[in-house]
């Protein structure tokens, strides 16, 4: 494989993952609630919606580091991509 080949392949596995974290953190705030509970009666809707706010808040990391990565490597894709096409020029 040439190297060219393998960033391509490092961007697409990195960019594909972005796109099912941010796929699955949308789902989540889909379910997410904007609402005050005063009384004991609803206590589990809120305990639900600390559960939800957790686990959309322990996405942020994950989708930061495949945000970083895909930018990363779609630069270094093109770097070479033109590295390449210049090389063939001369």
Do not use: C, W
Request: charge should be negative; hydrophobic fraction near 50%.
């Amino acid at each position: 494989m040439t190297p060219i080949e393998i960033v391509g392949a490092l961007f697409g596995v990195f960019a594909v993952g972005l796109i099912l974290l941010l796929i699955y953190k949308s789902t989540l705030t889909m379910h997410e609630d904007d609402q005050l509970f005063l009384d004991d009666a609803n206590s589990h809707l809120q305990e639900e919606q600390t559960e939800l706010l957790t686990k959309v808040n322990r996405l942020t990391m994950p989708v930061r580091v495949f945000s970083i990565g895909s930018g990363v490597f779609l630069l270094a894709f093109l770097a070479l991509l033109i590295y390449q096409k210049l090389n063939e020029v001369q």
